[in-house]
């Protein structure tokens, strides 16, 4: 039993970690990367799917990610779906592949990002905190219906203090590396 609570707040909060991370990716830094396009969705004959299913997607260079769709009528939905996408980005077709110029960020734009991805990283924390306290509050109750000791509660509510510690550490690396990618000109 114990060691049961303990596994599940423990997988818990990994999860939390794990969409700081996936938020933190779709954050646009002064850098090409494929992840800034996961969200954008193409029109493919009268469906939505994802610009993955259309073509492929790669960067060349850090202020480059070409697109190459699979079907070259696709080229104008794709160029569509990403200027609707509000990412901010211009894309622009030569016939066989779209390319879109990542632009450098000005100043003022790196400080919202890194105040966005503060904010990411701080609802991770509440996240892992909230389930720190469903974990102690399982572990009483397994005490009050006498499944185990005292002391075998107050050892489980160390352990889960210890990761709770932990996983905060971790999403304060993520948000260490994100913010130094961010201001990095």
Known sequence: MLKQILKDTEARMQKA??????ELVKIRTGKATTALLDA??????GSLVPLQQVGSVSVPDVHLVTVQPWDKSMLAPIEKAIIAAN???NPGND???????????NEERRRELVKLVKKFGEEGKVSIRNIRRD???????AEKDEHFSEDDRKRGEQEIQKFTDKYIKEIDALLLVKEKEIMEV
Do not use: F, Q, S
């Not at 066989?96 to 960020?105: D, E, K, M, N």
């Not at 974990?135 to 109750?141: I, T």
């Open 87 to 89: 990412l901010g980005l």
């Open 135 to 141: 974990g102690n509050e399982h572990l009483k109750k």
């Open 40 to 45: 954008v969705k193409v029109d493919y004959y």
């Open 17 to 22: 970690v794990e969409v700081v991370r996936t």
């Open 95 to 105: 016939g066989t592949i779209v390319r879109i110029p990542i632009p450098p960020l």
